[in-house]
């Protein structure tokens, strides 16, 4: 089945702890992103990757970092979390065409995190 | 600068029709996309336009104007599972996807 798995689905954690939530798909996709959701603000990218050793700033990219080691893996890292990154995070990943993002955006099913 | 408008909330009846819209400005343009979220789920692909013009699937249509820089969300014979977020958003030149503040459809009996 074609997906794009997220982990933790939720997490408590405390100011300044640092840690990695795992996202993964199994479609090949060369294109992966990481969106926050937040109410009346909508989704916002963090990062993105065109292709593997290839990463780029979204909108909202202070206090993350990611890799892309290999194609199917996109982790998202907070090194030290503080209580604004409450939130519902979401990867996503699409084939992508050269310069592209086009085509549909599959989502994973969300990781909700607070941050106390 | 980039920017997607639409409405926050609509409401409409089980079996009638209801229209969406959505403006958008983006730095460049490389299609428009519609997107539907359940809550407490993950968005989930509608539809992506890139030419102006209406494309039809089943009960939903999207619409797009270029040079109005506007769109809409066409849904039919609405049923109650219709009742999600709609989420507009906009490719720009830049490999960015922006997403409205998403549209809330009630629809009621």
């Known amino acids: 089945e074609a997906q794009v798995t997220q982990n933790p689905r939720y997490l408590i954690t405390v100011t300044g702890k640092k840690l990695t939530v795992t996202c993964s798909q199994n479609?090949?996709?060369?294109?992966m992103s990481w969106y926050r959701q937040d109410p009346g603000l909508g989704l916002r990218q963090i990062y993105y990757?065109?292709?593997?050793?290839?990463?780029d700033k979204g909108d909202v990219p202070e206090g993350y970092k990611v890799s892309r080691k290999e194609k199917r893996n996109f982790p998202l890292i907070l090194e030290s979390p503080s209580p604004n990154q409450t939130s519902l995070y979401f990867c996503?990943?699409?084939?992508?065409?050269?310069?592209?993002?086009?085509?549909?955006?599959?989502f994973g099913e969300g990781s909700r995190l607070t941050v106390l | 600068g980039q920017n997607i408008d639409q409405p926050t909330e609509m409401t409409a009846t089980e079996g009638a029709i209801v229209q969406i819209n959505c403006t958008y400005q983006t730095s460049g343009f490389n299609g428009l996309f519609w997107y539907q979220q359940h809550a407490g789920e993950a968005p989930t692909f509608l539809s992506y336009n890139v030419l102006d013009g209406l494309e039809e699937k089943g009960r939903f249509s999207s619409f797009l104007s270029r040079s109005k820089g506007y769109s809409y969300l066409l849904l039919k014979e609405l049923q109650m599972k219709d009742s999600a977020s709609y989420l507009c958003?906009?490719?720009?030149?830049?490999?960015?996807?922006?997403f409205g503040t998403g549209t809330l459809l009630a629809v009621q009996p």
């Open positions: 958003a906009g490719e720009g030149a830049t490999n960015k996807l922006i």
């Open positions: 479609m090949n996709h060369e294109y």
């Open positions: 996503a990943s699409s084939s992508g065409l050269a310069g592209m993002v086009a085509g549909e955006l599959f």
């Open positions: 990757s065109m292709n593997v050793e290839v990463t």
